[in-house]
């Protein structure tokens, strides 16, 4: 009797420990001074993720992670026990901004704030954060470069290129909209419409599933 008690005390141990399938990652920094000088990225397991550049921002970015992105995320916070304890490293180091990890599964939840963190976990997720955040404002620049500054595209396509180039580009598929109005408007330079058509090429061709055997 004793033995099928504590089997059963163990599942639901499991079950306890297990994310929610609603839950979210929230990561928020405030760095005054800094441009943006507040960010809010929230992030779904399903790979939904709104992202803010305050806390009431009336025109949040929607993009949506590829799932092995989103899996990887929440891998992480789960070797954090979803930020139920310290991650400050307590080292005199330059201040770099208030940054909290929350996890929301609808109930109080559990959030962290620190400077710096030494724990490889926090920072592998932390650098997640900071390159959705790099993604989205580069989004930022070329779309107020395509309303309103066509000659500034070139620059905000090679910055997202650069951005590319060190793999920390997020969501690309974002981009082909953008992209994909460039190339058809023979009002944009040249060269611009040449780079965006390329990069729009380069996107879609990363998000195709590779050939199969030709046939026999």
């Not at 009431?56 to 304890?85: C, G, R, T, V």
């Not at 490293?89 to 609808?106: E, I, Q, S, Y």
């Not at 965006?196 to 026999?216: E, H, L, M, S, Y």
């Amino acid at each position: 009797m004793r033995a099928g008690c504590l089997a059963v005390s163990c599942a639901l141990l499991s079950v306890a420990v297990l994310p929610a399938a609603d839950a979210r990652l929230v990561f928020t920094k405030s760095f005054p001074g800094s441009v943006p000088a507040y960010v809010e990225i929230s992030v779904e397991k399903s790979g939904d993720t709104v992202y803010k550049e305050a806390p009431d921002d009336n025109n949040p970015i929607a993009i949506h992670l590829a799932q092995a992105d989103s899996d990887a995320m929440f891998a992480l916070a789960e070797k954090l026990e979803y930020f139920a304890h310290p991650i400050e490293a307590n080292l005199k180091v330059a201040f770099m901004g208030k940054k909290t990890f929350r996890w929301d599964d609808g109930s109080p939840g559990q959030q962290v704030e620190f400077n710096y963190s030494s724990d490889p976990n926090a920072q592998a997720l932390l650098d997640w954060f900071e390159r959705i955040a790099e993604s989205e404002r580069g989004y930022i620049e070329l779309e107020r470069t395509v309303k309103y500054d066509k000659l500034g595209v070139q620059n905000a396509l090679l910055q997202l290129q650069t951005t590319r180039d060190q793999k920390r580009l997020i969501a690309p598929e974002q981009f082909l909209p953008l992209l994909d109005r460039v190339v058809k408007n023979e009002s944009y330079l040249h060269m611009a419409r040449e780079r965006a058509a390329v990069f729009a090429n380069d996107i879609r061709a990363a998000g195709q599933p590779a050939a199969g055997p030709a046939p026999q």
